[in-house]
């Protein structure tokens, strides 16, 4: 409730500064690590810039997304060498986690693929849209940036709360990687989207299975009538 009550003072709405910035500069070597804002931080923060006024959305947008791809390249977000959080920046890394899952039968192939799949048409039809950074945005990227990979692979493929039917779990992976790139474009205060895509079809997932279920039982009676 407080998750989706209040959600800028859940994630975090405010920068705290240490006052050592000066000392940091100096003796670079005592800092550890360092937070900043991530790929999809810079689009929310672009979506929600003032200078984006009417009349200017489609051409500021794609210069936005070539100095996006200068910044946050195909490639480096793939391998995992941009800014995230821990365990979501490389999706080269997730596709070998979702090998071993696969392998040692825990995670379903069905749920991985249909949720990717979802995801990628939701970016296609974004596109057709336009306007602004978000629509803009390749729809491969939407696959390689932020917790997309992870929440796909490692997530939305729980053995407990996922769908258990065959038919099921191809309908639970696409609506949930189709909800999941929907709320991170539409909904300004989700800049991620996955956890939320995921929360809901876990929801939805036993009514699912209950008209597969149904469905299959009353295509058996119908074939038991007949004969």
Wanted: charged share 10%.
């Amino acid at each position: 409730f407080l998750f989706f009550a209040y959600p800028t003072s859940m994630s975090g709405d405010k920068v705290w500064m240490s006052g050592l910035g000066d000392k940091m500069a100096a003796n670079p070597e005592s800092v550890d690590g360092f937070s900043g804002a991530t790929a999809l931080g810079d689009l929310a923060t672009n979506m929600s810039d003032k200078a984006l006024v009417a009349g200017q959305h489609v051409e500021n947008s794609h210069e936005y997304i070539t100095t996006f791809s200068q910044h946050y390249g195909p490639f480096e977000s793939f391998m995992g060498m941009i800014p995230g959080s821990i365990g979501e920046t490389s999706t080269m890394a997730c596709l070998l986690g979702a090998l071993v899952l696969v392998l040692t039968g825990v995670g379903s192939l069905r749920i991985i693929l249909s949720f990717f799949a979802g995801g990628f048409i939701m970016g296609l039809l974004l596109n057709a849209i336009g306007g602004n950074p978000y629509l803009d945005l390749p729809a491969y990227y939407h696959l390689i940036i932020g917790g997309f990979a992870f929440g796909a692979i490692f997530m939305a493929t729980d053995p407990v709360t996922a769908s258990q039917t065959a038919n099921g779990k191809i309908i639970y992976g696409f609506l949930g990687g189709f909800l999941a790139i929907m709320i991170r474009v539409l909904n300004p205060a989700y800049p991620e989207g996955v956890f939320l895509a995921i929360l809901f079809m876990n929801i939805m997932a036993p009514i699912i299975d209950h008209y597969i279920v149904q469905g299959n039982i009353n295509r058996r009676l119908k074939r038991l009538k007949t004969t």
